[in-house]
């Protein structure tokens, strides 16, 4: 993968399994944005391959990549939202988009918001909420699918730890439902914390390639 | 390509929930509706203007095309004669459907409106007129001629295309431009609405770029701005083409005086011709923003 002229990632292979909990870290610029976006298509390899559920994205076409999204939810350190819809209306997006009736699923949307803790929030505007309650509503966007796959980028470089704690808690608990965990994060305090719960696996961009980590974290 | 109908109704009626997609932007949505209007307006008038000298120019080829008039100048005493000769030579030239000669009323009147009613046509040497009618073929007017100067030397033709030859051609021309200006309009319309969508996308680059991620398609986010500048034109151009219908209607209308003007409008089923600008409206505008959005949205990832 190169970007700017530069290349930026190479020589990385790697197989997301389902069900698994991977933390990628590595210092600043390294490219651990880009290795997600190309986790979730917004990005194409400019050589190798990158598969998503087993299609290459190269050889997807728009629509099969907004259909693949439907299988990955994807929060970002600065989430957007549609500012001009109240959260619940927010959260709702991928039913709304997908087609799907919202009012059959109302339930399923105030048990998660109950979840994250927004139920009080859920008429706020999102530029009423908070940092914190800012990436609990991206995060219920991201699973309120169902999605096999959840990419966080820097989830929790905003907010204050305990929020941050509550958040990886929800992660956790959503990983333990099966779903597959990508967190990119440099807060090496979260990952420690992770390890005591869940079988985490630490990847280290750096020098451009992908590092398994050590267990020593 | 048959349009769908169901199609067509689920788009016109729309997705409540898409709709509130995209934040409602007051300003750019009036000058939508505006531009729409004030080009249905305009298009009304170029329809009535091509239309009025499509009908001129129909007429003029028509009427003209088929009458000829023959002008008899003889001496008093020669001209029953000559009109005679000149009646049966027409009648066994081929092309020619029927010849007659005018009577004094008739020529009086002609004559009318340069002398005034009490001309007293039968002493004055003026000269016998012949109205020649032609049928579908038409006959030789070159060949009629020297017949005539053979056998009826005062007769003069006059086939009338000297001079409705320019007249059909800038009645023509005229038709031509009512049209090219429809188009201008259209291209215009078209051009505006595409100005205007692409500033839409581009305010509501956020939004597009949320949805996008929430695993919409391009279909989808396009339908959204599609069908909001659709209805926009739909309603402005069906509000600018009652104007314009009003303001074509009250057109004064001097019937025998002004000729050409006068045939400004709409005649019987003519007045159906500007109902069809509101959906021509809408479908440029459709195809506008459709084109717009699929550019914009193709270079998003």
């Not at chain 1, 930026?8 to 399994?17: A, C, E, K, V």
């Not at chain 1, 979260?190 to 980590?213: C, E, F, N």
């Not at chain 2, 009826?152 to 049209?179: E, I, K, Q, Y």
Request: hydrophobic share 50%; proline share 5%; with cysteine.
């Amino acid at each position: 993968m190169s970007y700017g002229g530069g290349e930026l990632l190479s020589d990385i292979s790697l197989t997301l399994s389902p069900g698994s909990f991977h933390f990628l870290t590595g210092p600043s610029g390294a490219g651990k944005t880009t290795f997600l976006k190309l986790c979730y298509g917004a990005l194409l390899p400019t050589a190798g391959h990158v598969r998503m559920f087993g299609a290459d994205v190269r050889d997807m076409s728009r629509d099969d990549v907004a259909l693949a999204r439907r299988r990955i939810g994807v929060v970002h350190q600065d989430v957007q939202f549609l500012d001009h819809l109240p959260v619940a209306d927010n959260v709702a997006l991928p039913l709304i988009v997908s087609g799907r009736d919202r009012t059959d699923e109302s339930e399923n949307l105030s048990e998660l918001l109950n979840w994250v803790g927004l139920s009080k929030r859920a008429g706020a505007l999102p530029a009423e909420l908070s940092g914190g309650e800012r990436q609990r509503a991206a995060l219920a966007r991201a699973v309120i699918m169902s999605p096999e796959v959840i990419l966080a980028d820097e989830p929790t470089g905003n907010i204050d730890w305990e929020m941050s704690q509550r958040l990886l808690q929800l992660l956790v608990e959503l990983n333990r439902m099966g779903k597959t965990i990508m967190i990119a994060t440099h807060d090496m305090n979260l990952i420690r914390a992770a390890k005591s719960q869940v079988q985490a696996r630490v990847l280290r961009i750096s020098q451009r390639r992908l590092h398994t980590a050590g267990a020593d974290l | 390509m048959t349009p769908d109908l169901t199609r067509i109704t689920a788009f016109l009626a729309g997705d409540v929930q898409a709709d509130r997609l995209v934040p409602p932007t007051g300003f750019t949505a009036r000058l939508t509706v505006f531009v729409a209007a004030a080009m249905a307006f305009l298009t009304v008038f170029a329809l009535a203007l091509s239309l009025a000298t499509g009908r001129l120019a129909d007429r003029w080829s028509d009427e003209l095309a088929r009458a000829s008039t023959l002008r008899i100048s003889a001496p008093m005493d020669q001209r029953e004669a000559q009109t005679t000769a000149a009646l049966r030579v027409l009648e066994t030239t081929p092309g020619v459907a029927s010849a007659r000669a005018l009577s004094d009323e008739e020529q009086r009147a002609l004559l009318e409106p340069w002398f005034g009613p009490d001309l007293p046509v039968e002493s004055l040497p003026i000269p016998q007129l012949i109205e020649v009618i032609e049928d579908e073929t038409g006959y030789d007017a070159a060949g009629l001629r020297l017949r005539l100067s053979a056998e009826v030397p005062g007769a003069v033709l006059d086939d009338h295309t000297r001079w409705r030859r320019p007249l059909v051609m800038a009645a023509d021309r005229l038709r031509l431009l009512g049209w090219l200006s429809i188009a201008l309009i259209g291209a215009a319309t078209a051009a505006m609405i595409t100005l205007a969508a692409q500033a839409a996308l581009a305010a509501n680059a956020q939004v597009i770029a949320v949805l996008r991620l929430v695993g919409a398609r391009d279909a989808y986010i396009a339908q959204a701005f599609v069908r909001r500048f659709t209805l926009r034109a739909l309603g402005g151009a069906a509000a600018g083409t009652v104007l314009g219908m009003i303001a074509v209607l009250v057109l004064p209308s001097a019937q025998a005086e002004a000729g050409f003007l006068t045939g400004l409008g709409f005649q019987g089923w003519h007045w159906i011709w500007p109902l069809v600008i509101p959906p021509l409206g809408a479908a440029v505008a459709f195809a506008a923003t459709r084109h717009a959005a699929q550019r914009t949205l193709r270079e998003l990832s």
